[in-house]
């Protein structure tokens, strides 16, 4: 899903939302300082495999994923990162890496970090690492419907 196709995507949806352009930048804490959003606000997506299927993990970028909780919470006996190799064919359109929080966009469950859903407004990656799209949790928690977990620290 590129860029275009994420924004007609929220356009359609009636979403209220702003991109935000900034130079290039390749981790969560750079996409933020680059684009001026507090890290707590800028939603990281991490691709887990839970019993060998894969699902997105969004926390704030300034946290990290606590396997064991994921993995108690979830109910699944196995828990791990999912390699590039295993998850980019499941993103064409987005560069690796970049790829935005909406996994009922490409048939993915998303647990959501608790810490993350307090926040009135969220920001991610768009498809590219030099975009990203801040938007109110709310629509965001309206459109995926999310698992919120505590899994994050």
């Known amino acids: ?3 275009a196709k994420l924004k007609e995507y929220l356009d ?10 900034h130079s290039p930048a390749y981790t969560t804490q750079k996409v933020a300082e680059s684009a001026h959003i507090p890290g707590r606000q800028l939603a990281k997506t991490v691709i887990v495999k ?4 894969m699902a997105m993990a969004v926390l704030s970028a300034n946290q990290k994923v606590i396997m064991q909780d994921l ?12 390699t590039e190799d295993e998850f980019e064919k499941h993103f064409p359109d987005c560069e690796i890496g970049a ?7 490409y048939g993915m469950e998303v ?8 926040n ?3 920001a991610f990656n768009a498809c590219s690492h030099t975009e990203v799209i801040r938007m109110s949790y709310a629509d965001f928690d309206r459109l995926v419907q999310p698992k919120v977990l505590n899994f994050s620290t």
């Open 12 to 21: 359609r949806e009636g979403v209220k939302y702003a991109a935000v352009s």
């Open 111 to 118: 647990f959501v970090a608790e810490s993350l859903a307090g």
């Open 99 to 105: 790829m935005p929080p909406f996994g009922n966009l």
């Open 1 to 3: 899903m590129a860029v």
């Open 120 to 122: 009135e407004e969220i």
């Open 71 to 82: 993995r108690d919470m979830t109910g699944s006996e196995n828990v791990k990162f999912a």
């Open 50 to 53: 839970l019993d060998g299927e």
